[in-house]
């Protein structure tokens, strides 16, 4: 089993937890997008999250395939420099990357994509460069 994601990162985002940040980074894109919107189930949800990331961090490592690209890295592109796409390029993809540049994040339509997608697409990625 390869640890593809950072409990420590888990963490930190939980303290963000009532955007959904640490459900979107270990790949649950509906809950997180359900604690966006409630604030964390009214903030329940987000305090019983405390106990559940060790959890959520097991079923990540083991759902993605770890490799070249690693996921913490990719995230933390996404989170605070999305729109400028170095989340994309950092994963070899440079006309979409240059495309969020130019575009604010394809007008911030990509971003919430990529939040949705992102563990998926590093997956992807890794599993491609490990065939080459």
């Known amino acids: 089993m390869q640890d593809t994601h950072s409990k420590l990162i888990g963490y930190l985002l939980w303290i963000f937890g009532f955007t ?5 980074y270990y790949g649950k ?8 919107f409630t604030l964390g189930l009214l903030g329940i949800g987000w305090l019983i999250d ?4 060790p959890s959520m961090d ?10 070249e690209i690693d996921y913490t ?7 605070f420099l999305g ?5 994309r390029m950092y994963m070899g993809k440079w006309l979409t990357g240059i495309l969020y540049l130019c575009t604010f994040g394809f007008f911030l339509i990509g971003i919430l994509v990529d939040f949705w997608t992102l ?8 599993q491609q460069r490990r065939r080459a």
Do not use: C, K, M
């Open 58 to 67: 097991r079923e990540a490592d083991l759902r993605f395939h770890g490799g």
């Open 119 to 126: 563990n998926e697409q590093v997956s992807i990625q890794n």
């Open 73 to 79: 890295v990719a995230w933390l592109l996404l989170t």
């Open 83 to 87: 729109v400028f796409g170095l989340h």
């Open 50 to 53: 405390l106990f559940l990331i």
């Open 29 to 36: 894109p509906v809950s997180g997008t359900i604690w966006f």
């Open 20 to 24: 959904g940040a640490h459900r979107f």
